[in-house]
Nanobody, 113 residues
Framework: QVQLVESGGGLVQPGGSLRLSCVAS????????LMWYRQYPGKERELVAG????????SFADSVKGRFIISRDNSKNTVYLQMNNLKVEDTAVYYC??????WGQGTQVTVSS
């Protein structure tokens, strides 16, 4: 059974940091491109960051470049999203995705003073 479980969300002040984790099971994690998406209320999910299978290739949405870092640990079946210098507009539900079809349940990130 494929599972992706996110954690690490919460409430943080503007300028603060959070690290999201997504632990996977039920499939060959190391063979999958991994992505983080976010979703604002009433909007479609948007791609935030992606990482290739060996972790050496990454990409980011323009809105988070220079602030967010994506990484993976294939030995732990885990992908991370380090979010620094958070802004109010980063408030959203964050989802991890493996390949084309495997999604986590999401974790809420709220940036507010």
């Amino acid at each position: 059974q494929v599972q992706l479980v996110e954690s690490g969300g919460g409430l943080v002040q503007p300028g603060g940091s959070l690290r999201l984790s997504c632990v996977a099971s039920g499939f060959d994690f190391s063979r999958y491109v991994l992505m983080w998406y976010r979703q604002y209320p009433g909007k479609e999910r948007e791609l935030v960051a992606g990482i290739n299978t060996n972790g050496r290739g990454t990409s980011f949405a323009d809105s988070v470049k220079g602030r967010f870092i994506i990484s993976r640990d294939n030995s732990k079946n885990t992908v991370y999203l380090q979010m620094n210098n958070l802004k109010v507009e980063d408030t959203a539900v964050y989802y991890c995705k493996a390949g084309a079809a495997h999604w986590g349940q999401g974790t809420q990130v709220t940036v507010s003073s």
